[in-house]
């Protein structure tokens, strides 16, 4: 993954709104009115979000009809997981210096 994607990928998880879009389609892909539906916002609004996430690559819209269904592509977002994993382990060895240096405080006291 290229750091231009996985910055469109954060940005796109990052607002409050786009996290309860991808709430609601990890149940399974819903018609934009209802995903539209669960804001108290303008369709304009809801379209923009879309647009972010579409962008980013998080979901894809499938057109049956009249209707048009939303469905989330978790690829990203597992992208995303793995780069922050990649870190897991310096984070884990901080917290245990961290622990260690306070664990030999309270010995001494």
């Given at each position: ?108 006291h």
């Amino acid at each position: 993954m290229n750091m231009d994607h996985l910055t469109d990928v954060f940005s796109a998880m990052a607002h409050p709104s786009r996290r309860i879009i991808i709430e609601r389609l990890a149940n399974g892909p819903a018609r934009f009115s209802d995903v539209a539906g669960s804001f108290d916002t303008a369709l304009n609004a809801v379209t923009k979000h879309l647009k972010v996430m579409e962008r980013a690559g998080l979901i894809e819209r499938t057109r049956r009809g009249r209707e048009v269904f939303i469905s989330l592509k978790a690829e990203p977002m597992r992208e995303a997981a793995g780069w922050l994993h990649r870190y897991e382990r310096f984070w884990n060895e901080r917290l245990d210096a961290f622990e260690q240096h306070f664990k030999a405080k309270r010995e001494k006291h």
